[in-house]
């Protein structure tokens, strides 16, 4: 993440889910720079945020692919270019200029000046749905994300929530925490049921028809308060709250830019164009005719986007960026 808030590149992406990760690499493979622009505090979108764990079958060449192994290979194929990052930062504005560049500003204060716009922002900012009995303790304890499950490593973890998150990080924090407890407002899940009955041959306390009523600590987290639908409580010794509660997604400042936006989406046309001169769009936030909402699909349109921008940045250059197969590796 970028400290700078004044910041001026090629091309500034809205948006770090697969579609910006992977417009950024290309961007950098035409030798542009980019500032890439997430609300959230992790990149990798819907895929980090609703199924880091879950395989993919539907990327070209990847049989099977973890969500969490997808967003990290996008990381690393755009690194040598360094992008830089600005996460935990909502788009909000979108100035242009007398010399026909733009500048995007945040919520945090960033004003990102830049030739051209790629709008990544799928179904919009999320904001994840906050733990409210534990809000102090964010960063101290309380996360909506498992970034780095080793981090959890012999703690006695909460983990809030009856989706397929909450239930993918009971799996997968069961053998490397001291416990886990998953605690649930119902006694029904949204999870798949595969992974309902894995947890439930697990080692995994589950707490139904029960929400979190306290969470105390000294600095960290030390214990928390859960009460059942009867109003017993129990506390319970812990270091790890992982709320995974879902997320709001809304698209927004986005829709005051003046850009076409139709039942929360953007008309483009092939290349990729907005309405808006020198703003593209790619990825789920996308609309046109016959449409499919596929990681893959973001690709080809990320491509597309990135290479016609560069083309208009510098009207010298080809929309066609040649075969990396050419490229010095
Ligand atoms: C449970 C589940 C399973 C799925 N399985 C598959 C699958 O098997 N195969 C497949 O191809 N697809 C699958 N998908 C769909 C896939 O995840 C999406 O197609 C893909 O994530 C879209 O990528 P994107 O980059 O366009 O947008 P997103 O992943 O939605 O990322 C958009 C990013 O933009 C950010 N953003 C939006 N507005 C702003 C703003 N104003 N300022 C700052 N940041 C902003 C958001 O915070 C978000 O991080 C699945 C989706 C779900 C929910």
Redesign the pocket.
């Known amino acids: 993440m970028t400290s700078s808030l004044d910041l001026s590149v090629d091309i500034v992406i809205?948006?770090?889910?697969?579609?910006?990760?992977?417009a950024a690499y290309y961007a950098g493979f035409r030798g542009l720079s980019v500032a890439i622009?997430?609300?959230?505090d992790e990149?990798?979108?819907?895929?980090?945020?609703?199924?880091p764990e879950?395989a993919?079958?539907?990327?070209a060449g990847f049989p099977s692919v973890k969500?969490r192994d997808l967003v990290d290979g996008l990381l690393t194929q755009a690194a040598p270019y360094h992008p830089n990052y600005i996460l935990g930062?909502?788009?909000?504005t979108l100035d242009h200029n007398a010399d026909a560049t733009v500048t995007v500003g945040?919520d945090k204060g960033h004003r990102i000046s830049a030739g051209a716009v790629v709008?990544?922002?799928?179904?919009?900012?999320?904001t994840p749905r906050p733990l409210t009995k534990g809000i102090d303790f964010l960063g101290r304890g309380l996360s909506y994300f498992v970034p780095d499950l080793s981090a959890h490593t012999d703690r006695e973890v909460v983990i809030v929530g009856g989706g397929?998150s909450a239930f993918d990080w009971a799996l997968h924090l069961e053998p490397i925490a001291r416990s886990v407890t998953l605690v649930h407002r119902r006694d029904k899940f949204r999870a798949h049921k595969s992974s309902v009955d894995r947890v439930f041959d697990s080692s995994v306390q589950v707490l139904v028809n029960s929400d979190v009523s306290a969470v105390r600590g000294n600095g960290w987290i030390t214990e928390v308060e859960i009460t059942d639908k009867s109003g017993v409580a129990r506390t319970l010794p812990t270091q790890s709250v992982i709320a995974s509660l879902g997320f709001t997604?809304?698209?927004?400042?986005?829709g005051d830019w003046g850009i076409a936006i139709d039942n929360r989406h953007i008309a483009v046309n092939t290349r990729m164009e907005t309405n808006v001169r020198r703003v593209y769009a790619?990825?789920?936030?996308t609309d046109y005719p016959g449409k499919v909402?596929?990681?893959?699909?973001?690709f080809g349109e990320?491509a597309t986007a990135v290479n016609n921008a560069a083309a208009v940045l510098d009207p010298e250059a080809e929309i066609f960026p040649g075969h990396s197969t050419e490229q010095e590796v």
């Open positions: 809205i948006g770090a889910g697969p579609a910006g990760l992977y622009v997430d609300a959230l990149p990798g979108g819907q895929v980090s945020a609703m199924y879950k993919i079958l539907d990327i969500g930062a909502r788009a909000s945040t709008i990544t922002g799928g179904i919009g900012a999320f397929d997604a809304d698209l927004g400042p986005l790619a990825g789920d936030i909402r596929l990681i893959a699909v973001g990320a």
